[in-house]
């Protein structure tokens, strides 16, 4: 019988367990961990095999094993977007309804229901764009400009119409108070149609600006607080707010003269005089009170702030200039008995026996 050497009966072990493995013998078969022909087991030589020294080659088959795990990031939803998302949604069924009755009802088509349903059409898209800017926020990626510029557009344009149809109808109510003799006349109507085709180019060229280039996404340090409106652009938006609200003011202010006078000329006691201007008064502050608490918080720190301010702030203004929106249904829609009349037929078939049915116009404050 030959007897080897330790080198050579070193490599005839080292063969005979390549040929165990290969063929599936031991306990490393192909279901183990560490199948050696597994592609996703990487192993490490720990001697080098051309070492020519005389000691035995020793060889350790060392598996280098990585955990395949994958690490999700889930983004936080702030308590803010939640809160715009479902302003949003509420402010989209309100003007839903009053498009519907509207639409639906071919006896609501004087001037001033049509700056009525040309407002709910605003607060709709304005709802539907806080929608929009919660998806695009958190379902979309948000790093793709088109995304990010149709989503401010949207909302600049339905905001900025929102606020001049609330300014139109304001107009509307002080000439059918200036000019009581000649309002219900056809030249009436093409005013109001001609006011709100100018209402909605001009709100949306503003809506496209920032699409054409007028952006900071190329320079973020020229940052509004809502990127990505730059801040020239949200202090020239902020003013002209600020120009339209006392416009309004100063409207309002005359028809109260108007009113005044008016009611002077026709009542015969007194106390009537007192009760009818009293509320007249009363709504017309209401009217001014909850426009200018809703919108001038976010118009003035739009002036001062700037992408810089801590972010807190600008949801803090943002909210209740979106709940406006809420507003103006109940205002300038559902409390007017034609309409209440056309909810009430549309629900439950009849009219309660309190809901008055005088003619309303737009002069009633």
Known sequence: MRLYSREEGAMILSLVAAAAMSGGGGSLNSSSPLDPFDSSTSWSLGEDPFNSSSEPVVRTLTPDLQPATTAVAIQEVSPWDIALCVTGTLISCENALVIAVLFYTPTLRAPMFILIGSLAVADLLAGLGLILNFVFAY???????FVTLLSVGLLISAFSASVLNILAITVDRYLSLYNALTYHTERTVTFTYVMVIFIWVSCLTLGLLPALGWN?????????????????????????????????????????KIAFRHAQQIAVQHQFVAISTTKGVSTLSAILCAFG?????????????????PVIYTYATVLPATCCSVINPIIYAFRNPDIQKSLWMACCGCVPSNLSLRPRTSSDV
């Not at 379902?139 to 400009?145: P, Q, T, Y």
């Not at 509004?224 to 416009?247: D, G, M, Q, Y």
């Open 139 to 145: 379902l979309v990626d948000s790093s793709v400009e």
């Open 216 to 256: 900071c996404l190329r320079d973020e340090s020229t940052c509004s607080i809502c990127r990505p409106v730059t801040k020239n652009n949200a202090v020239a938006l902020a003013v002209t707010f600020l120009l339209v609200f006392a416009l309004m003011m100063q409207l309002y202010l005359q028809i109260c």
């Open 293 to 309: 608490a809703c919108w001038l918080p976010f118009a003035m720190y739009s002036i001062v702030a700037d992408s810089s301010y």
